[in-house]
C-alpha cells in the first residue's frame, strides 16, 4: 500500500530535508515516526528536497507499508511523536506508481524578505533581510530575462548533483507587502540553491549595484562566479506542488494570509 502525507514544517531546527549522519533533518524525523506507528521500518519520499534551514507549508511525501492504520494513526499518532516545528496536514491512499518527486509537475518556492533598517528580531529565523531600500520594479524587470527554458549554471550551487543544468521557469514576480518583499518563482523543478542564488542577484539589483542588464549578462555566462552570493535560508519557503489531478492530491492551502499577518506585525 503506497500513501502520500501533505506536511508543513518550520526548517530552521534541521539541517535540511535528506538523512544526514548525527545530525537532525525532516526526513528523519518523519521516518522515525513513521517507523514507530508502523513496526516497521519505512523510507519516504519527497516532492522537492530543503536545504538547512529552508521551511515548508507544503510539501508532500510517499512511502510504502503493508501495515493497515487508521489515518488517525498516521495523522494525529504522527503528530505527538515528532518534533513540534513539523506538521502532518493529512495523509491519502494513492496509485502504487505515484511519486511524490517524479509525478510532480512544478513547484513553487516564495522567498519573504525583510526590507528595513533594523534586522528581524522575532521572526528572525522566518525571513531574509536586507537593511538598504530595494527597488522592486527593477527587480521584476531583470526577473523576466530568467522565464521560459534555460541553462540556469550560473545559479547552481557547486554541490549540485543533477544531470542537467536546463530548467523551466514558469513565473517569477516581485512585489511588496509592507516592510516584507515577496519573491514568487515557480518552475518544472530547481537546482541546487537555485531561488536563494536568483534572490541574491535580485537583490543586488534592487539595491542598485548592479543594471537590470547584468541579469542577462550572468544567465548566458553559464558560471555561479559571475552572480551574487548564496542569500539566506531564513525567508525560503517551499509553497506549492502541482499534480495532476488523477493522482487526488490535495492541493496547498493559501499562503497569502500569513505573509499578510507577517508583514503588518514587522512594520
Not at 531546527?13 to 508502523?38: D, H, K, Y
Not at 519527497?46 to 521551511?55: E, K, L, N, S
Not at 516564495?110 to 527597488?135: C, E, I, M, S, T
Not at 514568487?184 to 542588464?213: C, D
Request: overall charge neutral; glycine content about 8%.
Amino acid at each position: 500500500m503506497r500513501l502520500a502525507l501533505g506536511i508543513e514544517y518550520n526548517g530552521s531546527a534541521f539541517f535540511g530535508w535528506q538523512v544526514q549522519p548525527n545530525m537532525a533533518t525532516i526526513q528523519g524525523e518523519i521516518e522515525r515516526g513513521l517507523s514507530q506507528i508502523a513496526g516497521e521500518r519505512i523510507r519516504v519520499f519527497c516532492a522537492g528536497r530543503t536545504d538547512t534551514g529552508v521551511h515548508a507549508t507544503y510539501q508532500i511525501v510517499h512511502f510504502d507499508t503493508a501495515v493497515v492504520r487508521p489515518s488517525s494513526a498516521w495523522v494525529r499518532g504522527l503528530n505527538t511523536i515528532i518534533s513540534n516545528d513539523i506538521s502532518i496536514r493529512w495523509v491519502r491512499e494513492v496509485s502504487s506508481d505515484f511519486h511524490a518527486r517524479y509525478s510532480a509537475i512544478r513547484r513553487t518556492y516564495r522567498y519573504l524578505l525583510l526590507n528595513r533598517a533594523q534586522r528581524p528580531g522575532l521572526f528572525a529565523n522566518n525571513v531574509g533581510w536586507y537593511h538598504k531600500p530595494l527597488d522592486v520594479n527593477a527587480m521584476n524587470y531583470a526577473a523576466l530575462v530568467l522565464v521560459g527554458q534555460n541553462d540556469f549554471s550560473a545559479f547552481r550551487s557547486s554541490e549540485c548533483q543533477a544531470k542537467s543544468p536546463i530548467r523551466i521557469i514558469e513565473g517569477l514576480s516581485i512585489r511588496s507587502i509592507g516592510d516584507i518583499v515577496v519573491f514568487e518563482i515557480t518552475a518544472n523543478a530547481f537546482l541546487h540553491h537555485m531561488v536563494r542564488n536568483i534572490v541574491g542577484t535580485l537583490v543586488y539589483i534592487g539595491a542598485g549595484k548592479h543594471s537590470v542588464s547584468w541579469m542577462e549578462d550572468i544567465l548566458l555566462s553559464k558560471d555561479r562566479t559571475s552572480a551574487a552570493p548564496t542569500f539566506s535560508s531564513n525567508g525560503l519557503y517551499l509553497t506549492s506542488i502541482d499534480y495532476s489531478s488523477d493522482w487526488g492530491i490535495p492541493g496547498p492551502g493559501l499562503f497569502s494570509d500569513f505573509e499578510v499577518a507577517l508583514a503588518s506585525l514587522i512594520a
